[in-house]
């Protein structure tokens, strides 16, 4: 069984700001987690994703994440925030390899103040 | 590429009636298709995993006779609510697993919202 917990339900940053936004996985078999976003009323879309490859792991608009197996953590950050960004955050994990069940956080709204 | 599609956006219906929503994988093959609902201010909940040519896998608690899923090729999936009331009023996402990916690369649609009067 996979889960994730995100820390935080809201988070507010300054435009221009580090955005750090935290997630902890549980699982019992090696995981592939997920970072999606979603804006107001639309579906997820892929930030970015681990795959047991690369640690470090780079997404689309400035995004990235690091895998750390000791801490159990795969937290997204982004050196500056920009408005745009504004939206929730789904953090997900699911077991590795194809077609499995993929679990998803209960979400961190970002805020980003100007 | 791998762009999925919902319909319709959005719909209205009155308590009692039936509401289909389709989810199509516009460029890509898909054999599994997922269905979610998201409450207000929620996580998404997968209700359903739908195989293309096989019975959909219901998730613990959900309604294999309310919510009728329907997978009939491996571009289409549709989802049924059926004899709906208010507290089906919801947010519905369907995401497609493309058939050559052996990652878990889901790809969602834009989902449809669903009230009930």
């Known amino acids: 069984a996979q889960s994730v917990t995100q820390l935080g339900s809201h988070v507010s940053v300054s435009e221009g700001a580090l955005v750090l936004l935290r997630c902890n996985y549980s699982?019992?078999?090696?995981?592939?987690l997920f970072w999606y976003v979603q804006y107001p009323n639309q579906g997820l879309q892929l930030l970015l994703k681990y795959t047991s490859a690369a640690t470090l792991v780079k997404g689309i608009n400035g995004f990235e994440a690091e895998f750390k197996k000791s801490e159990t953590s795969f937290h997204l950050t982004k050196p500056s925030a920009h408005m745009s960004d504004a939206a929730e955050y789904f953090c997900?994990?699911?077991?590795?390899?194809?077609?499995?069940?993929?679990?998803f956080g209960t979400g961190t709204k970002l805020q980003v103040i100007p | 590429g791998a762009v999925v599609s919902q319909h319709p956006s959005w719909v209205i219906c009155k308590s009692g009636t039936s509401v289909k929503i389709e989810c199509r994988s516009l460029d890509f093959q898909a054999t599994t298709m997922f269905w979610y609902r998201q409450f207000p201010k929620q996580s998404l909940m997968l209700m359903a995993t739908?195989?293309?040519?096989?019975?959909?896998?219901?998730e613990q608690g959900v309604e294999k006779d309310k919510f009728l899923i329907n997978h009939a090729s491996l571009t289409l999936s549709t989802l049924t609510v059926t004899s709906a009331h208010p507290e089906d009023s919801s947010f519905y996402i369907c995401?497609?697993?493309?058939?050559?990916?052996?990652?878990?690369?889901?790809?969602f649609g834009p989902g449809t919202r669903l009230t009930v009067l």
């Open positions: 995401s497609a697993r493309p058939r050559d990916r052996v990652t878990d690369t889901q790809y």
């Open positions: 739908s195989n293309e040519g096989s019975k959909a896998t219901y």
């Open positions: 699982s019992s078999v090696p995981p592939y």
């Open positions: 997900a994990v699911s077991g590795a390899g194809g077609y499995q069940k993929v679990t």
